[in-house]
């Protein structure tokens, strides 16, 4: 089993930035692919950005160039920093993991966090 643990939500302003944390635990997890998706209300759920384990990185079109996910450090944490949010990027945003990134990419990570909520204000 492998937890996910997501921290950092909250309210910011439009322009403002907040950065994201997901924690990985678990005796399973072993050099996984680890993402962060996002659902705003009355939409379907998104992918986001997304990261190997050996630091290949892949971002949705939307957040290019403002979101930035970490590599996957040694206490098995990685974050995203988030700039330039606008209201757009209102959301409960959720970390997700798996073997491969293109699985985490597709939606179909078998590990979920909880999600944590980002409000953009105008």
């Known amino acids: 089993q492998v937890q996910l643990v997501e921290s950092g939500g909250g309210l910011v302003q439009a322009g403002g930035s907040l950065r994201l944390s997901c924690a990985a635990s678990g005796p399973s997890f072993n050099r996984y692919a680890m993402g962060w998706f996002r659902q705003a209300p009355g939409k379907e759920r998104e992918f986001v950005a997304g990261?190997?384990?050996?630091?290949?990185?892949q971002y949705a079109d939307s957040v290019k160039g403002r979101f930035t996910i970490s590599e996957v450090n040694a206490e098995n944490t990685v974050y995203l920093q988030m700039n330039s949010l606008n209201l757009e990027d209102t959301g409960v945003y959720y970390c997700a993991s798996d073997l491969t990134l293109g699985t985490v990419v597709r939606g179909l990570s078998k590990y979920w966090g909880q999600g944590t909520q980002v409000t953009v204000s105008s």
């Open positions: 990261v190997t384990w050996h630091g290949i990185m």
